[in-house]
């Protein structure tokens, strides 16, 4: 789908990013020459404030980013380090890429500044990175959905790239003109998982690090997206909706066609890592999205809206593996979104629309993560 951004402004609907990989079979990766390294940004120090009544999950929280959309921070491997999608003017541009520290400095960005970028994920020991973009399709932002048709998110022209931790050496690793986005690395940094339309569905892949040996892991009629390995890559975890009635499934292929999904009903999903043994895990209605394993595998964090008749409030949730103990984690009265645990566990970071300064800004936050 199109970018994957937390409400700003209209309905308070995540737009979640889609990962997909090319199903045609192994890829050449060709290195290209669109990107010219990093490009410093100023930034504000990391800013304390305070936790919401409630949130005793949280501790030591920090604002790292003031002002824009920023969502989607994922720590490096090394815990020091996050890569994050933002867009500094709300009224114009589209996303692009940065890394920074997790103290909030050394704000820069390592995409090319062209088309709309997603879904940042650093492997190779944070010597790279991967993201997706639409800029060889069209290096404009795309155009936004006509919203006549409802709530829709646009499925473009994505394609994933791999690029050296600076952004240069950029080079593509999927190539067949469908939705390749969402895509996120095994611990043991051997493959990539990724939403993809490929196949005329927009399913789960995996593939190798180089983008070889490509393997549709979900086949089910409907919508499956931004996947997640455990810590021990035995499992992965992710959002999905699918169709129930005769209705609901010639609503979603008709939408399809033109290169579009309604995100009705999201569920959080775990199965094997190679897609088999598919488990639902939540069953409370609502758009529940970006789901993300604790540091021992035993639960899941997510973002939900459930709770909300409007479903315009969106809080992050915690329920262990097999759907049992649902926890509400954040108490914010608009958006807390795209929860990412660091690699041992102790922080969490996550984008929000509190302590907001314009309408539809969306800020990043990182908190000590309190057992």
């Not at 120090?45 to 936790?51: G, L, Q």
């Not at 190779?124 to 404009?140: M, Q, V």
């Not at 129930?244 to 094997?272: H, K």
């Not at 509190?354 to 969306?362: D, H, M, Q, S």
Request: with cysteine.
């Amino acid at each position: 789908m199109p970018l994957r951004r937390p409400y700003s402004g209209g309905p308070k609907n995540p737009e979640i990013p889609i990962r997909t990989a090319s199903l045609a079979l192994v890829i050449a990766a060709a290195p290209l020459l669109a990107c010219r390294g990093t490009v410093a940004v100023v930034a504000t120090p990391a800013m304390p404030v305070a936790a919401l009544p409630g949130e005793t999950r949280v501790r030591n929280v920090q604002q790292l980013t003031h002002g824009g959309n920023n969502a989607e921070a994922y720590f490096s491997r090394s815990g020091r380090q996050l890569i994050f999608q933002r867009q500094e003017d709300l009224t114009a541009g589209c996303d692009q890429e940065y890394i920074m520290n997790i103290d909030g400095s050394g704000v820069h960005r390592v995409s090319n500044g062209l088309g709309r970028t997603t879904c940042g994920y650093f492997y190779d020991n944070d010597r790279r990175i991967l993201y997706s973009s639409t800029f060889e399709h069209d290096a404009a932002c795309p155009v936004r959905p006509d919203m006549s048709k409802g709530y829709v998110w646009p499925l473009g022209h994505f394609e994933i790239y791999a690029a050296r931790s600076d952004g240069t050496e950029l080079t593509k690793l999927t190539d067949d003109k469908a939705y390749n986005a969402e895509a996120t690395v095994s611990p043991d940094g051997k493959r990539i998982i990724f939403t993809s339309t490929r196949d005329g569905d927009i399913d789960l892949y995996s593939m190798n690090i180089d983008g070889s040996d490509v393997r549709r892991i979900t086949s089910r009629i409907g919508y499956d997206g931004g996947a997640f390995y455990s810590p021990n890559g035995k499992q992965i975890v992710w959002r999905a909706s699918y169709p129930v009635t005769a209705t609901d499934s010639a609503d979603y292929r008709g939408l399809l066609a033109q290169r579009l999904v309604r995100p009705a009903a999201l569920e959080i999903w775990v199965a094997n890592a190679d897609g088999s043994e598919p488990r639902q895990v939540t069953r409370i209605g609502g758009a529940n999205f970006a789901p993300f394993f604790t540091h021992d595998g035993k639960r899941i964090i997510f973002t939900s809206n459930h709770l909300d008749p409007k479903g315009r409030n969106f809080d992050l949730f915690l329920v262990n593996v097999d759907g049992t103990g649902l926890e509400q984690v954040t108490f914010d009265a608009d958006f807390d979104g795209f929860p990412m645990f660091s690699p041992d566990g102790k922080k969490l970071v996550w984008a929000s629309n509190r302590n907001a300064k314009t309408r539809g800004e969306t800020n990043l936050f990182i908190a000590d993560w309190v057992q």
